[in-house]
């Protein structure tokens, strides 16, 4: 069964709507990785929105589990992914007006950039994915780029509304998964994954890491993160 990555962002939007103290996203990996979280996702984002620098350098040094930092392929993140040194990085694509990443990133309109970020970021022993759409011309191009690790972007299953489409969206997510691993490498998979959609994707035997936030953060505001993380390990690996 995957590991569970437990996206933190939105514990820190909350934290921003006020500029306050609290809650803090440090606080929440911690009860996170006590109710069963496998790692800690963040997504430090140009604009600050929620998480902040010093939130990465702090969970650098007390996240138990893996951290794993999303983020744009920029200068400005590179400098902050070699200093702080997360065990992952995830590249992602990044627009400022968008609420949520919208898409996986073009690796292949943008492979001249990528493929130096890629290789700086792994000769500093950091392990490299990048979250693309479940594309086989995608996931080819991850490969070129000696990545060790896709994301497959599953928002097209998560948010269908008509069975079809979300069937549509299902295979296309099967056979990038599938590729992935024929080509050597790690697959992971989220983005719109909740408690009643992860279940057919947790269960595909190539994907080895799920990363979810806003649904976990979303019962944790509820029942407490513990009992949230721990319900999510439940519906990824059911009894």
């Known amino acids: 069964m995957p590991r569970l990555g437990v996206n933190i962002d939105h514990v820190a939007t909350v934290r921003q709507a006020r500029k306050a103290a609290q809650p803090d996203p440090v ?19 140009s604009d600050r929105r929620h998480i902040q620098d010093r939130d990465v350098e702090i969970l650098k040094q007390v996240v138990k589990t893996r951290l794993n930092l999303e983020m744009a392929a920029t200068q400005e993140m590179m400098r902050i992914a070699l200093t702080v040194k997360p065990d992952q990085v995830t590249l992602v694509p990044e627009r400022r007006e968008e609420l949520t990443t919208e898409g996986g990133l073009d690796a292949v309109l943008n492979s001249v950039q990528l493929r130096p970020v890629v290789r700086t970021l792994q000769e500093a022993g950091i392990h490299v994915s990048l979250f693309i759409d479940p594309d086989l011309e995608q996931v080819k191009e991850a490969h070129k780029l000696d990545g060790q690790a896709i994301e497959i972007n599953t928002a097209a299953y998560a948010e269908a509304r008509e069975e079809k489409s979300r069937e549509t969206a299902f295979r296309k997510t099967v056979d990038a998964i ?47 993160i513990e009992r949230a ?6 519906a990824i690996r059911p009894r």
């Not at 606080?27 to 984002?45: F, K, N, Q, S």
């Open 27 to 45: 606080h929440a990996a911690l009860l996170a990785e006590t109710g069963g979280a496998d790692g800690i996702t963040v997504h430090l984002r």
């Open 178 to 224: 599938r590729l992935g691993r024929k080509l050597g490498l790690e697959v992971h998979a989220g983005h719109g994954l909740d408690y009643g959609n992860v279940g057919r994707i947790a269960a595909i035997p190539d994907v080895s890491e799920l990363n979810i936030g806003h649904s976990i953060v979303a019962r944790a505001v509820l029942v407490g």
């Open 229 to 234: 993380v721990r319900d999510m390990v439940d």
